[in-house]
């Protein structure tokens, strides 16, 4: 009977222990500093969407694999928007550090939609897509 209830807690321990998540996020490398976005522009460009109403818009997933490792960073996403309000030339301008974030950013900003431009097409709008702490934001 003893040795039953050694069993017994035994599986016990192991299901509990299989219960146990690690979803969460834990930092393990420090978030870079935000970029000076301005920095990166001339005075005709488009700068964070200022000119810009979306229509279809979500934020990119933190990527997996810099989630369960704990990488934080910042990606500056260029892009242009037709006469139609889609992105076109989406391309990753700068990113903090260089690969981790990129194919996130620019699969979401794809995707983006804006209501059609006043002024016509915008070119060189640039965008700071943050991932830190587990989650993602935007940044002027």
Known sequence: MKRHFQYLCLISCLFASACETSEYFVPKSEYPPDPWVKGYSNPDDCLGGEKLAARHFFLPDYPRKAYNTGRQGWVI????????????????????????????????????????????????????IRFKLGGVSLGA
Do not use: H, Y
């Not at 992105?87 to 804006?114: C, H, M, Y």
């Open 77 to 128: 996403v260029r892009l242009d928007v037709n006469a139609q309000g889609e992105t076109e030339n989406v391309d990753i301008e700068r990113s903090v550090p260089g690969g981790q974030f990129d194919g996130a950013a620019r699969k979401a900003v794809e995707d983006w939609l804006f209501e059609p431009p006043k002024d016509g097409p915008m070119e060189k709008c640039r965008v700071l």
